[in-house]
Each structure stands twice: as structure tokens, then as C-alpha cells.
């Protein structure tokens, strides 16, 4: 009976060798492209894993997945790309969670002489240029333009004055910071809105909801609210919802996930900015391959973006 | 010669105290290295050190403050809070050491604090550091206003960046650390006090020692190599968030005790829980290079950490029988 921990590490040992010989057939030269997300838990990276994985399958390329458990964990980002550098992937594609931190990472890759391509989320490129690192393109939706399309959306919708609520991201964050920035651009165009709440919600869920509460205590008459992700969004339609409000204010969230489709339908959201991060995996897998051949490719690479409401919320994938 | 035996006697007794860690952490290492040709190798092996540092450094003011049967929850959002102080400070212009003198004063004062409140406001550790925890991190983010402040500096990046005869520089900082608590554990009176009042605290007391004084050190010690884990971390990534950190008093916590150490106090050793960070680090670093999905990660991790503690139980139970 004594002997079970030590069977129990043996066991374990095993099934972890077992689990590797299943992912790496002997004597392959296929091309091995490392992909580090931000997160495995957000359906936004589960649908651009799917693009990459079906790209992957059609271009019979050797695809490596791997990323943290809180997009805010930038360090354990890097330590997963140092790791993937050791492997010798012959090219890199990023979505950093840090625009800046994401950068003494890259130069890591430079060092050992392995292509990166970024996804979605901009290098800071100051830093960038300080630190002398280079990477092969940016594939990625244009955050501002999708900013934007959400502040003309409400510009059209409302004819009366309006107060207006905003959900922001994680502060110094490129990608929230362009929608943000996108989004004002279009209501300082329409005088007649005004907004009267703008707090960071660091785009989950939990946090979305409570912000909006505490923003329904002092502005209980908001008649829109924008949140820069969906997760935000969902939490601030519970909370709306709690307040006795559901169905009487705006709510734009971006990104489009299924469960923000689901309430555009059934009328508790009024839209949410569609980028198609399947599109960008797959994008990304077809370039990272190109690149590994030593192809070359545009420095930057954009992918479509859409508002999608309840005219259009069935015929946009 | 002398100096060859006296090695010997180091490594038998760090084979002695801490048997059940290290025989794991060996064990380990021999699957990895079976498993992928890509974990023996001298690059990977020393990215592992790096990426071990962090976590490390954190866990030795743990060990200590465990040692005593406190708790420090604070250490994640005490780290986010020294980081961005001394981020800012570098980007004012202060010059490196002086920034990063403040930083680690900085750190003692949070952990001093700590130590105060829990011995003369009478308020069990887990309360106090839970507080401070919350503070920590509001500070953190009213100082910064909720963004990161990065872009350093050559001199103070090269602090992550740069080694020393082929070693990062951040593993030999941990290795002077990890020596000097050795030392201060085993040849001084602070560390005899750590161990006697985890023991029992109240006859230490009565035999007239000034425990309130030694435990508020033990505290700003804590504190104190957060703070060097924090400026390691800022120049690894050139940034500083209000952010960072979360979770590490949980790492901190998780490999100090697969390192030996007791929760209840008074037993364990601070090279155990060097072992212990190693643990956790080869194993995310082997379960990436075997490219084993980060959902799944936790799952290996979690059984991992039970495995551990049940080998060195195990391991002790047969030692006293």
C-alpha cells in the first residue's frame, strides 16, 4: 500500500510520453508552425484555433497551439514562446498580450532565426523599433474601423439626444484602445450624443457586469451602451437585465460570439462587431507556411469587419 | 580536497532533507528527456532556470513566513505595486540603482507592514495579507491609472537580458538569494526563531525571546524578495502592469510546499523549495515542448502537486517508523 505515490509519478510519466507519441509522427518534413493564442478559454481563439487547424489539415502542416490561462498573463505568454523557440518551429504565429511585453519575445525569435507573424493584436511599434526586432507581417481586423461602425451605428439609431455607456478593455491594450478610439471618432461626429460613463472592465464577463451596474447607480438613463468585447457585453446585459431594464438600452458588444448572436436574435443586444478570427487562423497558417518557404508577404495582411444586427445576424458567418 | 568532501557532505544532505522533491524533480527531468530531444539541451535547461527565477525568488520570503505558520497572500499585488513604482521612477530619469534601492525598500515597508499588523494588531496572517493583497493591487492601479508603464532603459534591461559567464543573470541572483537564506536559516538566530516559533510560538516567548521583532522581519523579508522578483520580472518583459502577479502567491505557496515544507510550521528547507519551483517549471516547460494543450496543463499540474506532497509524506512516514 506504502509503494502508491511512486506508482502513481511512474503512471503518470507514462500516459505523459504516451501523449507524446500520438502528436509527432517519426520522420515527417512537414513544415511546423507554432501557434501561441492568448487564451484557450475565450470562443473568439477557439474559432481562430478552428480556421488554423483546418488550414493546417488542407496545407498538411505540422500545427503547435498553445497559450495561457489569463490573457493578462503576459510573462507566462513569453515562457510559452521561448519554450516553442526550443522546438525549432520553422515559423511563429503570435497574438500578444501585451503589445509592448510581447516584443523582447520576438527578439528571441529573431535571435534563433525563426519567422513571426502577428495576429491580431498590434506590436507596439516604438518598442519594436527600440529593440531592433522584426517580424514578417500583421494579419488582423481593423479595430478602429470596427470602433467606428459601432459609434455610427448609434449616431443613425438614436434621433434624439442619448446618453451613452462604455465598457473598455484592459487599459494600454492596442487592440481596445483602437476600437475605443474608433468608436469616440464617430460620436464626437453627432452632436447629440453624449458619453457619460467610460470604464475599463478588463474584458470578462464577471467584470462587465458589476462595472455596468455600478455605472446603472449613477446614470440609470443611459439609453446605449458599447462594450469593446462581447464578453463585457454579456456581462452588462445581466446586469441591465437586473436592473429591470432588459431590452430598453443599446447594447453593442464586438467580436460576434455565438452567445452575442444568440441575444442580437433575441433582441437583449442590438449588435456586435463581427471579426472573423477563423479567417484570421487561417490566413495566418497559409502565410506562416509561405514564409517558412522563404516566400515573401505583405507587411500587413488586413481581414474583413462587419456590424452585424438582427437584418443580418443569420446571413454573416 | 577538503573543499571536494565538504561538497559531498552538501549534496548528501540536501539528498537527506529533501528526498522526495528532488528524486520527483530527477524523476521528472529523465521522462522529458525520453520524451522530447528538445528538453536536455543546454538553451531549453537554462531558459528553465529563467523562467523559474520569478517564482522562486517569491517563494523564499514564503518559505520563511510558512516556516512560521503564517501565510502571505500579498506577494502577487505587492509585486504588481513595487513594479510599477520602480517602472515609473526609471522613466522619471532616476538612476538604475537608486530606483531599484526604492523599490526593494519599497517592498520591505509592505511586508514590515504586514509583520506590524499581524503581531502587535493581534490579526491572524491570512486577514492582514489578505488585506494587503487587495491594497497592494488598488494601489497598484490608482498609481498607474490602470495602464502599463514600459520601455527601460539598456542598463537596467540587461538585468533579465544579459549573463553572466552563460548564465541568464536573473538565475544567479536567485542562486546568491537562495545562498543567503540558506545561510541565514541555518548559521543565524533569525533563522533558528523562524523554525522555533513555526515549532511553538508561545514558549519561545516565555523564554524571553522579542518574537513580535523577529516575525515582522520575517515579513519584511517576504516582502522584500517580492520586490527583487518584481524588478527581475519588469526588466524581463520592459514593462510594468498593474496586473502582474496575479496567481503567484499561489505558485509561491504551491512550491513551497511540494518543496517539504509544512503548513503548519517549524519543518521544511529552503532548498526544498527551490526544488519545488523547479517542479512547477520543467513542467510547464516539458508539457509546452510536448505540446500538450493549456487546458490540459492545469489537470497535469494540479495531479502533480498532489503526487508530491503524498511521495513526501510517504517518504517521511518510512523515515519515522
Not at chain 1, 490561462?69 to 510573462?75: G, K, P, S, T, Y
Not at chain 1, 504565429?93 to 534563433?112: D, F, L, M, Y
Request: proline share 4%.
Amino acid at each position: 500500500m506504502k509503494r502508491w505515490p511512486v506508482i502513481w509519478i511512474c503512471l503518470l510519466g507514462l500516459w505523459i510520453t504516451g501523449c507524446h507519441r500520438g502528436t509527432h509522427p517519426a520522420g515527417s518534413a512537414k513544415p511546423r508552425i507554432g501557434f501561441v493564442m492568448k487564451v484557450l478559454n475565450n470562443p473568439f481563439f477557439i474559432r481562430m484555433e478552428e480556421g488554423a487547424r483546418q488550414a493546417a489539415r488542407e496545407l498538411n502542416v505540422d500545427l503547435i497551439v498553445q497559450a495561457a490561462d489569463r490573457e493578462i498573463d503576459v510573462d507566462r505568454q513569453m515562457q510559452i514562446i521561448e519554450n516553442l523557440i526550443e522546438t525549432q518551429v520553422d515559423a511563429l504565429c503570435v497574438t500578444p498580450s501585451g503589445s509592448r511585453e510581447v516584443v523582447a519575445a520576438i527578439a528571441k525569435a529573431n535571435q534563433a532565426g525563426i519567422p513571426v507573424l502577428i495576429v491580431d493584436t498590434k506590436v507596439d511599434e516604438p518598442t519594436a523599433r527600440e529593440m531592433h526586432v522584426q517580424y514578417a507581417t500583421f494579419i488582423g481586423s481593423d479595430n478602429y474601423q470596427g470602433g467606428l461602425l459601432a459609434g455610427l451605428y448609434f449616431a443613425q439609431k438614436f434621433t434624439q439626444p442619448a446618453s451613452l455607456a462604455i465598457l473598455e478593455g484592459i487599459p494600454g491594450h492596442e487592440t481596445h484602445d483602437s476600437r475605443l478610439k474608433g468608436f469616440l471618432d464617430a460620436i464626437q461626429g453627432a452632436p447629440h450624443l453624449t458619453v457619460v460613463a467610460s470604464q475599463p472592465a478588463n474584458t470578462e464577463r464577471d467584470q462587465g457586469y458589476n462595472v455596468c451596474q455600478n455605472i446603472l447607480q449613477s446614470h440609470p438613463d443611459i439609453q446605449g451602451l458599447f462594450a469593446t468585447n462581447d464578453m463585457m457585453a454579456l456581462g452588462a446585459v445581466e446586469a441591465i437585465a437586473a436592473a429591470g431594464r432588459k431590452g430598453q438600452v443599446a447594447i453593442v458588444g464586438f467580436d460576434a460570439i455565438d452567445e452575442a448572436r444568440q441575444a442580437i436574435r433575441d433582441g437583449i443586444m442590438a449588435g456586435s462587431v463581427a471579426q472573423f478570427p477563423d479567417e484570421m487562423g487561417r490566413v495566418a497558417v497559409e502565410n506562416a507556411v509561405k514564409v517558412s518557404r522563404g516566400e515573401s508577404i505583405p507587411e500587413t495582411i488586413p481581414v474583413k469587419i462587419e456590424l452585424i444586427t438582427k437584418d443580418n445576424v443569420d446571413s454573416v458567418p | 580536497m577538503g573543499d571536494a568532501i565538504r561538497f559531498l557532505r552538501f549534496v548528501s544532505r540536501l539528498f537527506k532533507r529533501n528526498g522526495g522533491p528532488l528524486a520527483g524533480l530527477i524523476v521528472l527531468c529523465l521522462l522529458l528527456s525520453i520524451a522530447t530531444p528538445h528538453f536536455f539541451t543546454s538553451s531549453n535547461l537554462t531558459n528553465v532556470a529563467q523562467q523559474a527565477s520569478v517564482n522562486a525568488i517569491v517563494s523564499i520570503g514564503m518559505t520563511f513566513v510558512i516556516l512560521t505558520a503564517g501565510i502571505d497572500l500579498s506577494v502577487g499585488s505587492v509585486l504588481a505595486l513595487v513594479g510599477v513604482v520602480l517602472a515609473s521612477l526609471l522613466r522619471a530619469g532616476l538612476p538604475m540603482p537608486l530606483a531599484v534601492g526604492i523599490a526593494l525598500a519599497g517592498g520591505f515597508g509592505c511586508g514590515t507592514v504586514n509583520g506590524v499588523l499581524v503581531c502587535w494588531g493581534r490579526l491572524p496572517p491570512f486577514i492582514v495579507t489578505l488585506g494587503m493583497m487587495s491594497m497592494a493591487r488598488g494601489g497598484a492601479l490608482v498609481y498607474t491609472g490602470g495602464r502599463p508603464i514600459s520601455g527601460f532603459e539598456e542598463p537596467f534591461r540587461h538585468l533579465a537580458q544579459g549573463t553572466w559567464f552563460g548564465l541568464p543573470i536573473p538565475v544567479w541572483i536567485m542562486i546568491g538569494l537562495y545562498g543567503a537564506a540558506h545561510t541565514l536559516l541555518s548559521r543565524t538566530s533569525l533563522g533558528r526563531y523562524t523554525y522555533a516559533i513555526g515549532g511553538n510560538e508561545t514558549a519561545v516567548r516565555l523564554s524571553g525571546v522579542n518574537v513580535h521583532v523577529y516575525k515582522t522581519l520575517i515579513y519584511g523579508l517576504s516582502g522584500f524578495t517580492t520586490a527583487a522578483a518584481a524588478v527581475l520580472l519588469t526588466a524581463r518583459l520592459n514593462s510594468a502592469s498593474p496586473l502582474a502577479g496575479i496567481n503567484y502567491e499561489l505558485d509561491a505557496i504551491a512550491a513551497t510546499v511540494i518543496g517539504g515544507t509544512s503548513l503548519m510550521g517549524g519543518e521544511g528547507h529552503i532548498m526544498g523549495t527551490l526544488i519545488g519551483a523547479f517542479i512547477i517549471q520543467v513542467l510547464r516547460n516539458g508539457l509546452n515542448l510536448l505540446n500538450i494543450t493549456s487546458n490540459f496543463q492545469n489537470i497535469v499540474i494540479g495531479a502533480v502537486i498532489v503526487a508530491a506532497a503524498l511521495l513526501d509524506t510517504y517518504l517521511k512516514s518510512r523515515r519515522k517508523s
